[in-house]
Antibody, heavy 116, light 107 residues
């Protein structure tokens, strides 16, 4: 069955960096765009980034533009979110999700805490 | 960027009730709207895409309508599992913004 596994979260100081991974199985990874969505504690969903199926297009939410970079490695069925210059307000659970006609499959989420 | 506004923020209802959640876009998004359900501690789950198309495996008690800027999600005959938070998301532009969520609570 379709599965996405998020990993790489942890505790980091403000200004630091972290790389999240999203490893897929159960479907043809290279045929789907992959998104990252985050959710701060007790808050709603915030769209973060998208990498197209062929990696030709990448888009970012305003709050992370210039600091985060999304990428993918189809040989590993894995997408990444490189997060630099992290801020306290980046603290959240980060989910990767597959795009079909909507975000139809999600990872379990990985928690990122930015704190001194 | 397109802003998505949901109402109400919280909705109290009983098992068996019919409820409606509204989502308004700050500009025309055609029918490029999805609805998600999120239970506490879980990842969101896709319910509806293209404003009214039911995702495979989702109960027919869920229905979406609308186009342009105004959309609704209606849930009929509420079941205990339906008490959760619901989000709309636009995908007309590459900002994919979400509404702020509607928490459906048991009355």
């Amino acid at each position: 069955q379709v599965q996405l596994v998020d990993s790489g979260g942890g505790v980091v100081q403000p200004g630091g960096s972290l790389r999240l991974s999203c490893t897929a199985s159960g479907f043809t990874f290279r045929r789907h765009g992959i998104h990252w969505v985050r959710q701060a504690p007790g808050k709603g969903l915030e769209w973060v980034a998208l990498v197209s199926y062929d990696e030709n297009d990448k888009y970012y939410g305003d709050s992370v533009k210039g600091r985060f970079t999304i990428s993918r490695d189809d040989s590993k069925d894995t997408a990444y979110l490189q997060m630099n210059r992290l801020r306290v307000e980046d603290t959240a659970v980060y989910y990767c999700a597959r795009w079909e006609y909507g975000l139809d499959s999600w990872g379990q989420g990985t928690l990122v805490i930015v704190s001194s | 960027d397109i802003q998505m506004t949901q109402s109400p923020s919280t909705l109290s209802a009983s098992v068996g009730d019919r409820v409606t959640i509204t989502c308004r876009a700050s500009q025309d998004i055609n029918r490029y709207l999805a609805w998600y359900q999120q239970r506490p501690g879980k990842a969101p789950a896709l319910l509806i895409y293209k404003a009214s198309v039911l995702e495979s495996g989702v109960s027919s008690r869920f229905a979406g309508t609308g186009s342009g800027t105004d959309f609704t999600l209606t849930i009929t005959s509420l079941q205990p599992d339906d008490f959760a938070t619901y989000y709309c998301q636009q995908y007309n532009t590459f900002s994919y913004s979400f509404g702020q969520g509607t928490k459906l609570e048991i009355k």
